[in-house]
């Protein structure tokens, strides 16, 4: 199990921000930021690449999720990079490894552009953000449960659940997130101007795709990989949009393996 800690963030324009973070393991130190779905789908995989590996894997809640409460001002994923970025300060964590996905990837690129000394290398795994004409990143809002669940995962049965079953304080955790997702991201889950931006980055970047993702298709992971100048591109097979949660192993594996081929932000 975790433990959660409280820490709170002052941000210029901002003011203070509560950031709920759970911590699993101890040693190298990874950021690892959730998507859409909320923290539960990525502490499963926390734990177990804590338990893998000898690393300290971080997970905060973005204000506005799982309940949380998200300050009015904040209101952008540049936002949210800087609250993290203020936050590797505060800790005064070094040689940190961010790692993202969906718009956990998309804060994570943003972080990235930050250019903070204490961030070695980047994963992004499945990330939204950028726009690639002719692929554009499914119109979540318009979408049923069912519909997403179909998109988002290679085989959606396990993972599939009615919203409608979920006890009231559930329905109202996910009705949040919802809300939180369009006032950070909007509609278009995209920036104009994100991709160009990427091309000033030297951080080591690894960029993970789930086949068989109907979110964001392969041929935009592999945009959003072509856009970074030190990117390694790998494609994760039977697996979907989160591939943390329905093929954990395949992303430690791809990550731990990286070291190998001389991606050195994962050195050991």
């Not at 998200?70 to 609250?83: D, K, Y």
């Amino acid at each position: 199990m975790g433990t959660t800690t409280q820490h709170t963030v002052s941000l210029e324009g901002i003011g203070p921000v509560e950031v709920s973070v759970t911590e699993f393991g101890s040693g190298r130190p990874f950021l690892l930021l959730h998507g859409g779905a909320g923290p539960q789908s990525v502490t499963g995989f926390a734990e177990k690449f804590a338990a893998a590996h000898d690393v300290r894997v971080l997970v905060p809640t973005h204000p506005g999720f799982a309940g949380t409460v998200r300050p009015e001002a904040l209101a952008s994923v540049s936002g949210l990079a800087m609250l993290y970025g203020a936050l590797l300060d505060q800790l005064a964590l070094t040689d940190v490894t961010v790692i993202g996905n969906s718009i956990g990837g998309w804060i994570t690129a943003e972080i990235a552009l930050l250019k903070s000394p204490r961030v070695s290398g980047i994963v992004l795994i499945d990330a939204v953000g950028i726009e690639v004409p002719g692929h554009p990143v499914a119109d979540f809002f318009s979408l049923t449960m069912d519909e997403v669940f179909r998109l988002s995962f290679h085989d959606p049965e396990p993972f599939r659940i009615d919203p409608t079953t979920l006890p009231p304080a559930a329905q109202a955790i996910a009705a949040g997130n919802r809300t939180a997702i369009a006032v950070y991201a909007g509609s278009a889950m995209a920036d104009p101007t994100l991709a160009g931006r990427l091309g000033s980055l030297e951080v080591p970047t690894l960029v993970l795709w789930g086949e068989s993702d109907g979110i964001v298709d392969v041929d935009y992971g592999r945009a959003y990989a072509a856009a970074i100048p030190l990117a390694q591109f790998q494609l994760l097979p039977e697996t979907g949009h989160s591939p943390q949660l329905e093929t954990p192993d395949q992303v430690i594996q791809a990550i731990w393996d990286s070291a190998d081929t001389g991606f050195s932000a994962f050195a050991r």
